[in-house]
């Protein structure tokens, strides 16, 4: 049996460069969905509806509209590429964390919204006589421009 023998060098300049690297990011988060101060107009008598509630009756059904989940199909097919994404990103960014968040964001805010505007048209006879079309998560178009993230530190 041969053998074969090798020797590994640069070993020693790995550490230094790890913590130089986790030293210049920062810790931060993003948040992306529906956030705290989206709401739907005014439907002229004073109420207002959080479009978080909306987003919610859609996702999960209600005793009069079918589940449409569009945000746990979004995070179960695009979610695992996420982590590669955020490497290159920040790697292209010089490894700032703020911008490699906003970038990550944007990106899953379009995802999101992609979600929404290509759902299947399954409305209720009923609904589409209202609306006046049959797309099932689109009516006036505010809940898909609502998607929004936000960066933390």
Known sequence: MARIESKVT???KTGPYLRALAAKMQSGEVHVGFLEGATYPDDGKGNTLHVAQVAFWN???TS???SRPFFRTTVAEKS???GAEVAKIAKATGFRTLETLRLMGERIKDQLVTAIVQW??????STVERKGF???L???GVMQRAV?????Q
């Open 10 to 12: 640069g070993g020693d």
């Open 80 to 82: 695992p590429s996420w």
């Open 148 to 152: 929004d993230y936000e960066v933390k």
């Open 138 to 140: 689109v009516y006036r």
């Open 134 to 136: 049959n797309k099932g």
């Open 120 to 125: 299947p048209a399954d409305n209720a006879p």
């Open 64 to 66: 009069r509209a079918p």
């Open 59 to 61: 996702e999960f059904g």
